[in-house]
């Protein structure tokens, strides 16, 4: 299998808090790898290194080796590490004053993209991609993004972020602000997206990372305690926090 990203001695900081402490992992191209953990172990931090928003905060700081493919993430401007490695958050975020194809279009029209023709395609792709363009495409310069349902705003979150054509996408709990229906239909969707990009996907439900992900990792406090197959991680750990989380000992 090719990787996609390989993490090596990741450390980050807030201020002099050290909140990851030398994260080594290899994330496999076209699969899902699942990062999971008890609350304030790391997991958002860890995956906000991948693609530099840990440095948007001011007090933030990260030192370490993160490659996509040939690429050093952090020897490149950031806002190029964003093209290739996309982002959707735990809580939908489309821009509220903008249509729904606006919401697709904003990455494009930022990089400099003006043909309306191109403008078209992409975000109908971008959209049959999320699983979304049935639903919207009678509406989708009529009503802003932030008039859909919450499973719509995320799917159309994640559709801005193909739009881009990214060779990664990063999801931190993408499915926790949403109700059961949705719920499935984003866990569809990353099995179609596997077939394209990979995923790297923070979750606080261990069903669902035993569902979509092919690998898992199991952080705390800071450290990565064990990263293997999903099924050696919820069936036969090799170490005994990470059973004793998986079997609700803690967490």
């Given at each position: 299998?090719?990787?996609a990203v390989?993490v090596?001695?990741?450390?980050?900081?807030f201020?002099k808090?050290?909140a990851?402490h030398?994260?080594n992992?290899?994330?496999?191209q076209n699969h899902a790898?699942?990062v999971i953990?008890?609350s304030?172990?790391?997991k958002?931090t860890?995956i906000?290194?991948?693609?530099?928003?840990h440095?948007?905060?001011p007090?933030?700081?990260a030192?370490?080796?993160v490659?996509?493919?040939d690429?050093d993430?952090?020897?490149?401007?950031a806002?190029?590490?964003?093209?290739k490695i996309g982002?959707?958050?735990?809580k939908?975020?489309?821009?509220p004053?903008?249509s729904?194809y606006d919401?697709?279009a904003?990455?494009?029209k930022l990089?400099?993209t003006?043909?309306?023709?191109d403008?078209?395609?992409v975000?109908e792709?971008s959209l049959q991609?999320a699983a979304?363009w049935d639903?919207?495409?009678?509406?989708?310069?009529?009503?802003?993004g932030?008039?859909?349902s919450?499973?719509?705003?995320?799917?159309l979150?994640?559709?801005?972020a193909?739009a881009?054509?990214?060779?990664?996408?990063?999801?931190?709990?993408?499915?926790s602000a949403?109700d059961?229906?949705?719920?499935?239909?984003?866990?569809?969707?990353i099995?179609?997206l596997?077939q394209?990009?990979?995923?790297v996907i923070?979750t606080?439900?261990?069903?669902?990372?035993s569902?979509v992900?092919?690998?898992t990792g199991?952080?705390?406090?800071?450290n990565?305690v064990?990263?293997?197959?999903?099924?050696?991680?919820?069936?036969n750990?090799s170490?005994k926090?990470?059973e004793?989380?998986?079997?609700?000992?803690f967490g």
């Open positions: 299998m090719a990787t390989e090596r001695d990741l450390k980050a900081w201020g808090t050290e990851l030398g994260i992992m290899a994330v496999e790898t699942a953990g008890p304030g172990c790391g958002s860890f906000r290194c991948l693609n530099r928003m440095e948007t905060n007090v933030a700081r030192e370490g080796d490659k996509v493919g690429m993430i952090y020897s490149m401007p806002v190029e590490v964003r093209r982002m959707v958050f735990q939908p975020n489309p821009f004053s903008m729904i919401n697709v904003a990455g494009l990089n400099g003006r043909n309306h023709k403008l078209d395609q975000v792709r991609q979304l639903e919207v495409k009678d509406t989708l310069k009529k009503k802003s932030a008039s859909l919450g499973g719509q705003q995320q799917r979150c994640i559709a801005r193909l881009v054509n990214p060779e990664v996408m990063l999801m931190d709990e993408p499915c949403l059961p229906i949705s719920t499935a239909k984003i866990e569809d969707l099995f179609e596997k394209r990009l990979t995923i923070v606080h439900n261990m069903q669902q990372a569902r992900a092919e690998f199991f952080f705390l406090m800071g990565l064990e990263f293997d197959r999903t099924e050696k991680i919820f069936t750990p170490d926090r990470t004793d989380y998986i079997t609700g000992r």
